[in-house]
């Protein structure tokens, strides 16, 4: 059997909900000790020591969500749904590339995500300032 490229790349971040951004961060970041990566209006990136995942504190969505990185979300999806899985909801376009959530066989919910636009380039305080370009 010849060994095929693995599709999840890693697990990108954990997002939940809060109901204020600022309350959220008097917790996570000041009370839990999660520096911030990046902010943006309705969400802000924190950092989880030893690894590249981060914690993503959110008013938009109310139900937690682990986001799987994917080299390319089109790509991804074709591959879920021809082992038997199927798309729940997407692909949408996000600020960083796209995004989808899908099924696999067994009912499991996928919310996968790639970065075709690039990671975001950030002052001091972590204000979104620019993009990488891919």
Not at 31 to 50: C, F, N, Q, T, V
Not at 59 to 74: I, R
Request: net charge negative.
């Amino acid at each position: 059997m010849i060994a095929k490229k693995p599709l999840f790349k890693k697990v990108d971040c954990y997002r939940i909900y809060v109901d204020d951004l600022e309350k959220g961060l008097a917790i996570y970041r000041d009370k839990l000790g999660h520096p911030i990566i990046w902010r943006s209006e309705d969400a802000i990136g924190l950092r989880i020591p030893d690894q590249d995942a981060e914690i993503v504190i959110q008013t938009k969505n109310k139900k937690a969500e682990v986001n799987l990185l994917v080299e390319s979300v089109p790509e991804a999806i074709n591959e879920i749904i021809e082992v038997g899985g199927s798309l729940l909801f997407g692909p949408i376009d996000i600020p960083i590339g796209k995004y989808a959530i899908l099924k696999d066989p067994w009912n499991n919910e996928l919310a996968i995500l790639d970065r075709s636009k690039g990671l975001f380039i950030t002052d001091k305080d972590g204000n979104i300032i620019g993009q990488e370009k891919k």
